[in-house]
């Protein structure tokens, strides 16, 4: 699993990535309470907004961490924001990315390095 200092973890699952939120965030985030989720086959850059969350304290949005395309949304979030709380690095993935260069991921912070990040 790979870290960005905008709290968000990826998972390579064979020729695409996971995206989510770290509990970190979450935590930061409270209780979140809804959750738009970007368009499948869209194409999007590095720091595009692609995801709003609001939560009881702020809405926020969800930065692509790398080029590629969206390839898959995780539905269930629409119906269950609170699954961001719940199970932030596990079941409340984001969204799904198929990257032309997996070796992009080299840039971004081990679990290790994201825990030093964290203080």
Request: with cysteine; charged share 30%; aromatic share 6%.
């Amino acid at each position: 699993m790979r870290f960005t200092e905008e709290h968000e973890w990826l998972r390579v699952e064979g020729d695409v990535v996971v995206v989510g939120i770290t509990e970190h965030a979450a935590e930061q985030l409270g209780d979140v309470v809804f959750v738009e989720l970007p368009e499948i086959e869209a194409m999007v850059a590095k720091g595009d907004e692609v995801c709003v969350i609001e939560s009881v304290k702020a809405a926020s949005d969800i930065l692509a961490p790398v080029d590629g395309e969206i390839v898959a949304v995780n539905e269930a979030l629409v119906d269950s924001p609170a699954l961001v709380n719940e199970d932030p690095q596990g079941d409340a993935w984001f969204f799904k990315m198929k990257l032309d260069d997996l070796g992009v991921l080299d840039d971004l912070m081990s679990e290790d390095e994201y825990k030093e990040f964290l203080g």
